[in-house]
């Protein structure tokens, strides 16, 4: 079985891009994948501010702390992105050294989505009601794990 890393990296963006149209004619990978995540982080905000049922006080409270999560939270996708790189660079010929820096890098990975996830629901506990902060945790890990089980049926056991 082969692996190919592109189609695991678009696979991981697109999969949470909630059937938008995706035109743009890209110079490059990695242009098409910062195109195709900027679409998704537009349509997951307009998902995320429908399904919160916010009035106007509270959008124009929320917002400006989502728009910063959104920045974090996009590095950590950058993150996930290039340990898939790693992985497929190496699935023919993973070593022990790159196996064991794969599982270090994945669950730091893991650790941080938490951490980010927990630092920003206390930001939001600030300016909405308990109830509304659950269901922002609600729809990331909901959408989080669209995003990762159609990425990890795409990738391949280590050999």
Not at 53 to 62: G, N
């Given at each position: 079985m082969t692996f190919d890393v592109r189609k695991a990296v678009l696979t991981l963006a697109a999969c949470v891009a909630f059937g938008a149209p995706y035109a743009a004619k890209a110079q490059s990978t990695h242009d098409e994948q910062q195109q195709l995540i900027a679409q998704i982080q537009t349509d997951k905000r307009a998902l995320v501010l429908g399904t919160l049922?916010?009035?106007?006080?509270?959008?124009?409270?929320?917002t400006p702390i989502y728009d910063k999560y959104q920045v974090e939270h996009k590095k950590l996708f950058d993150r996930a992105a290039d340990l898939l790189e790693l992985y497929g660079s190496n699935?023919?010929?993973?070593?022990?050294?790159?196996?064991?820096?794969?599982?270090?890098?994945?669950?730091?990975?893991?650790s941080d989505e938490v951490a980010l996830t927990r630092k920003y629901a206390k930001q939001f506990e600030k300016v909405?009601?308990?109830?509304?902060?659950?269901?922002?945790?609600?729809?990331?890990?909901?959408?989080?794990?669209?995003?990762?089980?159609k990425t990890v049926a795409n990738v391949p056991l280590a050999k």
């Open positions: 049922e916010l009035d106007d006080a509270q959008v124009q409270a929320f699935y023919k010929s993973m070593t022990d050294d790159t196996a064991k820096k794969i599982l270090k890098d994945w669950f730091s990975l893991q909405l009601p308990s109830d509304k902060v659950l269901r922002f945790v609600q729809v990331e890990n909901k959408v989080d794990t669209l995003l990762k089980l």
